[in-house]
């Protein structure tokens, strides 16, 4: 069983809803199933179905329609030849189907949350192809009541895979405070990965503006689980850490990260000293543009060589500007990113 899901319904019932092994182990069959399974507060089933056993069928989010007895069950209905495009079923009390729809874009996605009962988010890795038609991106998408899109929020790069929470990234304090949380800089390949990456957490609006975007970590190798509120309308980040390298030993930490409401870091678990950035660059080193990713704009980027003599200098609009650097010669840089002239962040960037 994996990525199981619940919520409680108004009968005080649990709800659960999880991907299982679709076949038994002895055939040999790489097939998953959708499951959903209904316990009273006694523990007894109350209900329970296998969904569609149909080839590979699975669950991304299962979440309770605010004010209703309908539940969304946000799932692949089959992952075969390279489709991965998503549905959205919604379910009545009986978990009988009353609405479903597929989702235009191709992608991984990862949380749905109800805004209210008739405006949800949906976090997902897909294709952008306004921005780049080749590569994936990470995004937020508002959807109405009838699950059409109202806006997007775009994340990640090509050159820095941003991929949603593994269990759940997205958290509500109001409307002018959200929280989303993506892993930037995943390794799709192993869980004891050399590559340096961070917990990003963003704060945005309910019309998906950026209050602000931060990055903790970038000294190993970290991978967001989940992020939940906190009363004091901080957030709480939870997932695991790996430093060892190729050699091992091959064991990843535990890690929790609390910030406050401007994403400052209160506390952590055995209060261990975690980096946090507002702007990173990457890839870096880089040779024919460097990108930067930051919540801090709008804003400048100067960057300096090893004398002090400024290179270059960009103005920063958005929360991914690329910039060229074709012109820059091989060597180590400084940048500095200012707003309202002020530092926010500096780095070296070393240009290949």
């Not at 669950?59 to 692949?76: A, E, G, M, Q, R």
């Not at 304090?173 to 799709?188: K, R």
């Not at 004891?192 to 970038?218: A, P, Q, V």
Request: contains cysteine; charged residues 20%.
């Amino acid at each position: 069983m994996d990525n199981v899901y619940h919520f409680i319904k108004n009968n005080g019932n649990i709800s659960i809803a999880a991907t299982i092994l679709g076949s038994p182990p002895s055939q040999q069959t790489n097939t998953f199933d959708k499951l959903i399974l209904e316990l009273d507060q006694n523990g007894a089933i109350v209900y329970d179905s296998i969904y569609n056993q149909s080839g590979h069928e699975g669950i991304c989010d299962f979440i309770k329609v605010p004010n209703s007895d309908h539940s969304i069950l946000l799932c692949y209905p089959n992952f075969e030849g390279g489709n991965i495009k998503k549905e959205i079923n919604v379910l009545d009390e009986n978990y009988d189907l009353v609405f479903s729809k597929f989702m235009d874009t191709d992608g991984f996605y990862r949380s749905i949350r109800a805004k209210s009962d008739s405006v949800f988010l949906l976090s997902s890795r897909e294709y952008d192809q306004s921005y780049d038609p080749t590569a994936w991106f990470s995004s937020i998408r508002k959807l109405n009541v009838n699950y059409d899109e109202l806006g997007n929020l775009i994340y990640g790069s090509p050159d820095s895979l941003s991929y949603p929470a593994k269990y759940n990234s997205l958290a509500f304090i109001s409307d002018n405070n959200i929280y989303s949380g993506f892993t930037f800089n995943l390794d799709f390949e192993t869980a004891y990965s050399s590559f340096k990456s961070y917990f990003t957490l963003s704060s945005i609006t309910s019309d998906l503006s950026l209050n602000w975007k931060r990055f903790y970590g970038g000294d190993a190798y970290y991978n967001l689980v989940d992020i939940k509120t906190d009363d004091d309308g901080g957030c709480l980040m939870v997932g695991t850490k790996y430093n060892n390298g190729n050699e091992g030993p091959f064991s990843r930490d535990l890690v929790f990260i609390k910030v406050n409401p401007e994403g400052l870091i209160t506390s952590t678990n055995n209060d261990t000293e975690i980096p946090i950035k507002n702007a990173i660059i990457l890839p870096n080193p880089g040779k024919e543009y460097m990108e930067l990713h930051t919540g801090a704009y709008p804003a400048t980027l100067l960057v300096h060589n090893l004398n002090g003599r400024l290179v270059l200098e960009e103005a920063i609009t958005s929360n991914i500007s690329r910039v060229n650097t074709m012109e820059l010669s091989s060597g180590i840089y400084i940048w500095s990113l200012i707003k309202e002239g002020k530092v926010v962040e500096t780095g070296k960037w070393v240009r290949e």
